[in-house]
């Protein structure tokens, strides 16, 4: 059994590195079920960058040594990469990974930063995530009643399966935001790291 006092804690170094303020926030009980259930899919969909970099050495191989290409395998190497990129989003977001203007909110309060984020996310990203959610669903209802599939010959078949995951996407950016939005609002009412970790 390992030692936990000397287990690296990577969410705090990437905190630590990137001046973020995550690590400084508590967490509520549904904050800390909501990132836990997207840490968790997040480390099962990490799985796809190596069957996406197995395919595309594959690929490549078969071209270069047999001259030939599979039209389905070579899309779905794109469908690969927009699932492993669109399910990331919230995962990137729990982490505080996403970019940032850090120019000028370093030279800002914690609380300044705070209430900032939570303005944000309010009036910004949970807005847009409802917004694109809206726009998506009957693009994807479109595609699951048509039967959509690619337009090659030897294409893959049921696209909507791949449109299917911009609402899953968007479904755990507003997990992931809301949890964000839980935990500034617990910081703003003054519930200190230590409270939290306990009633959890």
Request: charged fraction near 15%; aromatic fraction near 14%.
């Amino acid at each position: 059994m390992s030692d936990p006092s000397t287990e690296l804690n990577l969410a705090e170094i990437e905190a630590k590195l990137s001046h973020s303020n995550i690590n400084q926030l508590p967490h509520t009980p549904v904050s800390q079920w909501l990132e836990n259930a997207i840490e968790k899919l997040g480390q099962y969909v990490s799985w796809i960058w190596l069957v996406l970099m197995l395919l595309i050495v594959s690929n490549a191989l078969m071209r270069y040594f047999f001259n030939t290409t599979f039209v389905a395998l070579e899309e779905l190497q794109w469908h690969l990469y927009a699932v492993g990129f669109m399910l990331g989003l919230s995962y990137c977001f729990i982490h505080d990974g996403h970019v940032r203007v850090d120019a000028l909110a370093e030279h800002w309060s914690m609380k300044k930063r705070i209430w900032i984020e939570t303005f944000g996310i309010s009036l910004l990203l949970l807005p847009f995530c409802f917004v694109m959610f809206n726009y998506a669903l009957p693009f994807v209802e479109r595609s699951y009643r048509m039967n959509e599939v690619s337009p090659s010959f030897d294409g893959l078949p049921f696209r909507w399966i791949l449109k299917s995951f911009i609402l899953i996407a968007l479904a755990l950016l507003v997990m992931a935001a809301s949890s964000r939005w839980l935990r500034c609002v617990a910081f703003l009412r003054g519930v200190s790291i230590h409270q939290s970790h306990t009633k959890s």
